[in-house]
């Protein structure tokens, strides 16, 4: 760069006015917190990245471990016994109790509509439904009919992903496996699709609402709302295909 000379003795405009103006001493104070801050970021941005390395260490130590498990286990129970055994006392108790509340949800969904208005848990139709809808957002779902995981969402059959020891004898999928002896789907089970699902896998316990139940729950309702009035008769005539509101309603008598 071609600069021009400047004249000896005589400090440069800029000079004058990074000293006299800019650099004043909060800017220097703020310059250097700013230099501060960047390193503060860099040390914790590494920071964040040593912690990944060790959880993914950590990670492979633990799906080891599953998959050891998993090879020795021939049935469901002894798959689900072994890794209960591994869970601290906080976690298995943390999930029995989650799971008491969704068990007590999901009997309420079959037979709740037996209990009269006077009954301290009486609820509507729409009250159970809002009772879903809010456990779900607070706790997520098992995942049993939709998955993340792009590998979960082409795996056939569907009804199999969770197959178990019996399954593997059904004639019309040959070569199936028990799904913790297939270490693809458990792998994707564990990872892909959130807590609820991967303890399932794991435990057996259902710590959240059954995606299928709960879609099933709510199509046959819409279903009863929105079929003619001959479809709303076969609701009602058909014990196979009645649903909660033609009991409610019976019950009620709305
Ligand atoms: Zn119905």
Request: negative net charge; charged residues 30%.
């Amino acid at each position: 760069m071609n600069e021009p000379k400047r004249k000896r003795g005589r400090p440069r405009k800029i000079d004058v006015l990074l000293r006299d103006s800019v650099l004043t001493p909060e800017k220097i104070a703020e310059l250097r917190s700013m230099a501060s801050k960047k390193e503060q970021a860099v040390e914790r941005a590494q920071e964040a990245a040593r912690q990944e390395r060790v959880a993914a260490v950590e990670q492979t130590r633990v799906n080891n471990q599953i998959l050891a498990h998993a090879t020795k286990a021939r049935t469901l129970a002894e798959f689900h016994g072994i890794l209960r055994e591994s869970l601290s006392e906080p976690s298995l108790k943390r999930y029995l109790e989650a799971q008491e509340v969704v068990k007590a949800m999901i009997r309420y969904s079959n037979e709740g509509w037996q209990l009269p208005p006077t009954d301290e848990d009486f609820m509507t139709v729409e009250a159970v439904i809002d009772l879903f809808d809010d456990h779900i957002a607070n706790h997520g779902t098992i995942h049993d009919i939709e998955f993340e995981s792009f590998i979960l969402q082409n795996w056939h059959p569907q009804w199999a992903i969770y197959s178990t020891e019996q399954d593997v004898n059904d004639p019309t999928c040959p070569g199936l496996l028990p799904y913790w002896k297939d270490t693809e789907r458990l792998m994707e089970l564990c990872r892909a699709e959130g807590e609820p699902t991967r303890i399932y896998t794991l435990y057996g316990f259902e710590t959240a609402l059954p995606q299928y139940h709960v879609a099933k729950f709510k199509a046959r309702i819409q279903e009863h709302r929105t079929t003619s009035a001959a479809g709303r008769e076969m609701h009602r005539i058909h014990e196979s295909i009645r649903c909660y509101l033609c009991r409610f309603e019976a019950t009620h008598k709305f």
